[in-house]
């Protein structure tokens, strides 16, 4: 049996107009209005492809949570939704809830650019990125079926990082982000991982 990992950054946190801040783990917000309908047009857009879910897994704080309990209501069959703790956002230190020209004054320019196309943590940043790449690395290998995955733009790229073909072909990403409600799907079969989705929207 093959394997099929849907993975999804969690719906919008900020509303329209509201400057956005770098939330990591401290920070436990709830999603807002248009976090809620990208959670949905999630779930449907699954549904509608007849993508059926066999495990699903979450990060746990209320965006995530939520993100995943809109996107599982579409789905026929219900599921317990399980937690790994290598799916925790990361934790900003410093930066945590402060308006990005604050944290480039900080780290500069550079040093977000090493976290969004390397995965390179900013100085005072709090990542364990061995743990994450270990936890992705183990289900990569173990698991089977289709898997939704809900979790954090910081903890799911390390996804890409997991593997030497991954890393080739993410490589040609632009950017190693997930914008908040897209995914990125992961595939296993006989010759290996592909990555044939990334950064998508509904």
Not at 121 to 127: D, N, Q, S
Not at 165 to 194: F, M, N, W
Request: proline share 5%; aromatic share 6%.
């Amino acid at each position: 049996m093959g394997l099929s990992v849907f993975i999804v950054r969690h719906g919008n946190t900020f509303a329209p107009g509201e400057p956005a801040r770098r939330i990591g783990a401290a920070t436990d917000l709830a999603l807002v209005e248009s976090g809620v309908a990208q959670a949905e047009a999630l779930g449907l857009s699954f549904a509608r492809a007849g993508i059926g879910f066999d495990r699903a897994l979450a990060a746990p704080l209320r965006r995530t949570r939520s993100t995943i309990a809109g996107i599982l209501a579409h789905q026929p069959a219900a599921l317990q939704v399980e937690p790994a703790d290598w799916l925790t956002e990361i934790d900003h230190g410093p930066d945590e809830a402060k308006l990005e020209p604050e944290v480039i004054d900080r780290i500069g320019e550079a040093a977000l650019a090493r976290w969004d196309h390397a995965a390179e943590a900013p100085e005072g940043w709090i990542v364990d990125a061995d743990r994450r790449i270990a936890g992705w690395r183990d289900l990569f290998a173990t698991a089977q079926g289709r898997i939704l995955i809900v979790t954090s733009n910081g903890a799911a790229r390390f996804a890409l990082l997991a593997d030497e073909g991954l890393q080739r072909q993410a490589s040609a990403l632009p950017t190693l982000k997930l914008r908040t409600g897209a995914y990125g799907v992961i595939e296993r079969d006989g010759h290996g991982l592909r990555l044939t989705a990334w950064d998508q929207r509904p």
